[in-house]
């Protein structure tokens, strides 16, 4: 799963955001972020697989395995529907 080039993630006043750089997108509003929701996104950036960032959630907010998983699942799920990835 890769994201699509010219969305970059800010930090914005203590929020994280989506910008299209490239401008192929069109966002009713803002894509905002969590700061889980941050930790994710950085780590789809960098190439890993869903399993892998479920493992490292776990390791940075101690959070159960299947916790972690069903919330990277949801997250994906949610950025599918707002067409970040190719």
Do not use: C, H, P
Request: proline share 0%.
């Amino acid at each position: 799963m890769k994201i699509k080039q010219g969305l970059v993630l800010r930090e914005v006043a203590g929020s994280y955001v989506i910008v299209d750089l490239g401008g192929e997108l069109n966002f009713k509003g803002m894509l905002t972020l969590n700061e889980t929701g941050a930790f994710i996104w950085r780590l789809l950036m960098q190439g890993k697989t869903q399993t892998e960032i479920a493992a490292l959630l776990t390791e940075e907010y101690e959070i159960l395995q299947d916790a972690a998983l069903t919330d990277v699942n949801t997250f994906i799920e949610k950025m599918n529907g707002a067409g970040v990835f190719e």
